[in-house]
C-alpha cells in the first residue's frame, strides 16, 4: 500500500523558514516524480514543487529561489526547505507520487494519484 505522510508544517513569522518532510512507503521510491502541492484557504490546489527519479526539479515561479526540494533515498523522504516565507506561502502543503515511473519532474495534478494527508503552514505578517 503506498503511504505518503507529510511532517513539518507549523505557525513562523514571515521571512522565517521551514523543511517539510514527505516520508513514503509502499513502492520504489527512486523510480517515482514526487510532488509538493499546496491549497490556500478559498483557492485552487497548485503544483508547488517536483523532483523527478532523475533529480530533475521544478519550482513554481513564486518559490524559486526561496523553496529547495531534496531527497534522501535512503530513508524514501522527500524534504521541502522553505526560506523567506511570506504570508501568501499560507496553505496545507500536500505531497503526492506520480501514477507513472520514470517521468519528468512536472506538476500536472491529475497524474499525481497517491497522496498524503497534508501539513499546514501558517505564515504571519
Known amino acids: 500500500e503506498v503511504q505518503l505522510v507529510e511532517s513539518g508544517g507549523g505557525l513562523v513569522q514571515a521571512g522565517g523558514s521551514l523543511r517539510l518532510s514527505c516520508a513514503a512507503s509502499g513502492f520504489t521510491f527512486d523510480d517515482y516524480t514526487i510532488g509538493w502541492f499546496r491549497q490556500a484557504p478559498g483557492k485552487e490546489r497548485k503544483g508547488v514543487s517536483c523532483m523527478s527519479s532523475r533529480d530533475g526539479t521544478y519550482y513554481e515561479d513564486s518559490v524559486k529561489g526561496r523553496f529547495t526540494i531534496s531527497s534522501d533515498k535512503a530513508k524514501n523522504t522527500v524534504y521541502l526547505q522553505m526560506n523567506s516565507l511570506k504570508p501568501e506561502d499560507t496553505a496545507v502543503y500536500y505531497c503526492?507520487?506520480?501514477?507513472?515511473?520514470?517521468?519528468?519532474?512536472?506538476?500536472?495534478?491529475?497524474?499525481?494519484?497517491?497522496w498524503g494527508q497534508g501539513t499546514q503552514v501558517t505564515v504571519s505578517s
Open positions: 503526492a507520487k506520480h501514477r507513472r515511473p520514470f517521468t519528468t519532474a512536472q506538476p500536472q495534478q491529475p497524474d499525481f494519484t497517491s
